[in-house]
């Protein structure tokens, strides 16, 4: 038998507090993080290492040491009981003689789901789960969608002037909020496995996407431009930083881009040849191209149920340039390869096949930024988690590009969980109610 005591939760929310340090980092690992406290001192610390491995247990024993023993291990997810890359992290903790070990999340991972409690229990051990249970699902959010619905989660992030507009249409970049939120959205970018934007956005802004705060550089998430047609120039600040910091173009089959909405006729939505699902190599050699053989996975394709992406922001014209020809797509293919761009053929009207691709890449969170039709796209398909809304102070007026959701008018099943005020402006986050 056991039960929660007074110091649990404060322990807890400590190991929380402690499990987000890593987030982004970790790969398809969750961020866990593990405290070891005896006689209500904290005597071992630690969480997942960058890379996924070695987990949190197994380093939080070996700073405890002999201390261990006796003593309570605080674990925000269920210790692993499978031998994967590294051994089980209950038999590491059976071994070193902890007491009692509190537990807020269980496993949804079918190699241990359940199996990690038991085995701590039938070793004499007092378990007790689902300490701080809210708080530690919020924080391992990314992985649990990932793991139970096979896609990465989806936080859409909007900024928004007083008047419910994204920009001004045929401008490039329009102030709409101040440093303090955009120093938030930074931050939200270092806790982010993956970035995405359309390329009318990257058209218009010629954005960087990477995580700018002091010290957090390195924290950059992997960006991505859904790009039909391939129109992202070489001198863009994303591809000519692509070695630095990767960039995937997500880009239709050739000459398919053309016609929005039109199903491939015949062909997958996600193509193979790398021995990864979804992600097809270069262009630079016609050899290549015969390489855009069907899925040999066996899945079936999904029909193509949402609108098209092209054509979305300031900028530029609607619809992108529909006169592309197919020797230059491949050219222009090939010149952002050269630069260190990945292309990657998926059909951009299947959200859904591409955020399969993602996750099996292990891309567990993704943030998507921007325009307005990517964002829509997203909230169609029925894809976003979260939304960070911030509502800058002044008015757009004539001109204004609109958001698909302002303060007050969210999208059906959305739940304001969160306010803030970062200088002038409002912040405000909602999540799918589920
Ligand atoms: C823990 N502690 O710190 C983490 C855990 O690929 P592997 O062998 O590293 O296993 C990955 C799985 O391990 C992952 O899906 C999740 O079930 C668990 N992650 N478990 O005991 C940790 N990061
Ligand atoms: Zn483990």
Same mark, same amino acid.
């Given at each position: 038998?056991?039960?929660?005591?007074?110091?649990?939760?404060? =322990?807890?929310?400590?190991?929380?507090?402690?499990?987000?340090?890593?987030?982004?980092?970790?790969?398809?690992?969750?961020?866990?993080?593990?405290?070891?406290?005896?006689?209500?001192?904290?005597?071992? *610390?630690?969480?997942?290492?960058?890379?996924?491995?070695?987990?949190?247990?197994?380093?939080?024993?070996?700073?405890?040491?002999?201390?261990?023993?006796?003593?309570?291990?605080?674990?925000?997810?269920?210790?692993?009981?499978?031998?994967?890359?590294?051994?089980?992290?209950?038999?590491?903790?059976?071994?070193?003689?902890?007491?009692?070990?509190?537990?807020?999340?269980?496993?949804?991972?079918?190699?241990?789901?359940?199996?990690?409690?038991?085995?701590?229990?039938?070793?004499?051990?007092?378990?007790?789960?689902?300490?701080?249970?809210?708080?530690?699902?919020?924080?391992?959010?990314?992985?649990?969608?990932?793991?139970?619905?096979?896609?990465?989660?989806?936080?859409?992030?909007?900024?928004?002037?007083?008047?419910?507009?994204?920009?001004?249409?045929?401008?490039?970049?329009?102030?709409?909020?101040?440093?303090? *939120?955009?120093?938030?959205?930074?931050?939200?970018?270092?806790?982010?496995?993956?970035?995405?934007?359309?390329?009318?956005?990257?058209?218009?802004?010629?954005?960087?996407?990477?995580?700018?705060?002091?010290?957090?550089? *390195?924290?950059?998430?992997?960006?991505?431009?859904?790009?039909?047609?391939?129109?992202?120039?070489?001198?863009?600040?994303?591809?000519?930083?692509?070695?630095?910091?990767?960039?995937?173009?997500?880009?239709?089959?050739?000459?398919? &881009?053309?016609?929005?909405?039109?199903?491939?006729?015949?062909?997958?939505?996600?193509?193979?040849?790398?021995?990864?699902?979804?992600?097809?190599? *270069? /262009?630079?050699?016609?050899?290549?191209?015969?390489?855009?053989?069907?899925?040999?996975?066996?899945?079936?394709?999904?029909?193509?149920?949402?609108?098209?992406?092209?054509?979305?922001?300031?900028?530029?014209?609607?619809?992108?340039?529909?006169?592309?020809?197919?020797?230059?797509?491949?050219?222009?293919?090939?010149?952002?390869?050269?630069?260190?761009?990945?292309?990657?053929?998926?059909?951009?009207?299947?959200?859904?096949?591409?955020?399969?691709?993602?996750?099996?890449?292990?891309?567990?969170?993704?943030?998507?930024?921007?325009?307005?039709?990517?964002?829509?796209? /997203?909230?169609? &398909?029925?894809?976003?988690?979260?939304?960070?809304?911030?509502?800058?102070?002044?008015?757009?007026?004539?001109?204004?590009?609109?958001?698909?959701?302002?303060?007050?008018?969210?999208?059906?099943? =959305?739940?304001?969980?969160?306010?803030?005020?970062?200088?002038?402006?409002? /912040?405000?986050?909602?999540?799918?109610?589920?």
């Amino acid at each position: 038998m056991s039960a929660v005591v007074p110091d649990d939760e404060r =322990f807890m929310a400590a190991a929380i507090r402690l499990s987000r340090r890593n987030l982004g980092l970790t790969a398809t690992n969750p961020s866990v993080a593990c405290l070891i406290v005896r006689d209500g001192v904290v005597v071992g *610390s630690a969480v997942t290492a960058p890379g996924g491995r070695p987990h949190a247990e197994t380093q939080a024993l070996a700073m405890a040491g002999e201390a261990a023993r006796g003593a309570t291990a605080y674990v925000t997810l269920e210790p692993c009981s499978h031998h994967g890359k590294t051994p089980p992290c209950a038999d590491a903790l059976i071994s070193s003689g902890v007491a009692r070990v509190v537990v807020s999340v269980t496993d949804p991972d079918e190699r241990v789901a359940g199996r990690g409690l038991s085995m701590l229990r039938d070793a004499g051990i007092a378990v007790e789960t689902g300490v701080l249970e809210t708080e530690g699902r919020a924080a391992l959010t990314a992985y649990l969608t990932r793991q139970t619905k096979k896609r990465p989660h989806v936080t859409l992030k909007l900024a928004v002037s007083s008047d419910g507009m994204l920009g001004r249409l045929g401008e490039g970049q329009v102030a709409i909020t101040g440093p303090v *939120s955009r120093g938030q959205v930074h931050v939200a970018r270092a806790e982010t496995d993956a970035i995405l934007i359309g390329i009318g956005t990257a058209l218009a802004d010629d954005p960087e996407l990477t995580c700018r705060l002091p010290g957090l550089e *390195s924290r950059s998430p992997v960006r991505i431009v859904l790009d039909p047609r391939v129109e992202l120039p070489p001198a863009s600040k994303l591809a000519r930083t692509a070695r630095d910091v990767p960039v995937i173009v997500v880009a239709a089959r050739e000459g398919e &881009a053309d016609v929005p909405g039109t199903p491939p006729s015949g062909l997958p939505a996600i193509s193979l040849s790398r021995g990864e699902i979804g992600w097809e190599s *270069s /262009f630079s050699s016609s050899e290549n191209e015969e390489s855009a053989a069907p899925r040999s996975d066996g899945k079936e394709t999904i029909s193509p149920s949402i609108s098209p992406l092209e054509g979305e922001m300031a900028g530029r014209p609607e619809g992108g340039n529909p006169a592309a020809v197919p020797g230059e797509w491949r050219a222009r293919a090939a010149a952002l390869e050269t630069l260190g761009v990945e292309v990657l053929i998926c059909d951009p009207h299947r959200l859904g096949d591409l955020l399969a691709a993602l996750a099996t890449r292990g891309i567990s969170s993704l943030l998507v930024e921007g325009g307005a039709r990517t964002a829509r796209s /997203f909230l169609d &398909a029925g894809l976003v988690d979260r939304i960070m809304l911030f509502t800058g102070p002044k008015a757009i007026g004539k001109g204004g590009i609109a958001s698909p959701c302002v303060s007050g008018r969210m999208p059906q099943g =959305f739940a304001l969980r969160r306010t803030a005020r970062y200088g002038a402006d409002i /912040f405000e986050e909602y999540e799918r109610d589920e």
